[in-house]
């Protein structure tokens, strides 16, 4: 009797399964330091482990050209990315107010319920549907590319301008905000040379006192 033919249950998980709600809880816990932390550049690190924790479990669903394409990818190029905009933008690198937001509960309230619904349709889907982790791998190379690449690769090359488009617009950002900033400062060395050529001015117009022998 091969695992796949073996009876399943909650109460006798096997080290797998172990490991793979081990590896959940860890995710989850980067994840949700990820969305309340302050800090911008802790926020894309715990990104880091929330995703590398994603490509673990895919390893542990056996799919392993998943896997390796999250760690490519998104831990690899996207986060990447998401730093070079934070030092593009010139983002604070200590704890930042404006990362805060005052609709905490909104968006609470609109993450438990999407967790929920999104834990429904898969427990739904895939009740009675269970993976022989002793068999060959279901997820190969082969298999996974050949479907993505033949069905999925106009979504595959619309995220690419995507990541790209966010680049350039990082980069358009940060040439507005040095030249803001090069105008300020002129408007400012303006403003003060005009303030001093005018004290100038008054002090010359200003006539001298008399001194002891106008008196006499």
């Not at 995710?27 to 715990?46: D, K, M, N, P, Y």
């Not at 791998?137 to 106009?154: C, D, I, K, P, Y």
């Not at 979504?155 to 940060?174: D, N, Q």
């Not at 040095?178 to 303006?190: F, H, L, P, T």
Request: hydrophobic residues 55%.
């Amino acid at each position: 009797m091969t695992l796949a033919q073996a009876p399943h249950g909650f109460l006798s998980p096997s080290g797998v399964e172990i490991a793979f709600v081990l590896v959940g809880l860890l995710t989850l816990g980067a994840a949700l330091v990820t969305v309340t932390t302050r800090q911008l550049v802790h926020a894309a690190l715990w990104l880091v482990v929330a995703l590398g924790g994603l490509a673990v479990e895919y390893l542990l669903l056996t799919a392993e050209f998943i896997a390796w394409v999250q760690v490519l990818i998104y831990v690899g190029s996207v986060v990447v990315l998401l730093l070079f905009g934070l030092m593009l933008t010139k983002a604070p690198i200590g704890r930042s107010p404006d990362a805060d937001s005052g609709n905490r509960r909104a968006a609470l309230a609109v993450a438990a319920v999407a967790a929920v619904a999104l834990v429904w349709v898969v427990v739904d889907a895939f009740r009675t549907t269970w993976i022989d982790l002793d068999g060959p791998a279901a997820g190969t190379t082969e298999v996974t590319g050949a479907s993505l690449f033949r069905h999925w690769v106009l979504p595959f090359e619309a995220l690419s301008v995507l990541l790209l488009a966010a680049l350039v617009g990082a980069i358009v950002l940060s040439r507005k905000a040095k030249a803001d900033a090069s105008a300020e400062e002129d408007r400012k060395a303006g403003g003060d040379g005009k303030a001093g050529g005018d004290g100038k001015a008054k002090a010359d117009a200003v006539p001298a006192a008399p001194g002891k022998e106008g008196a006499r």
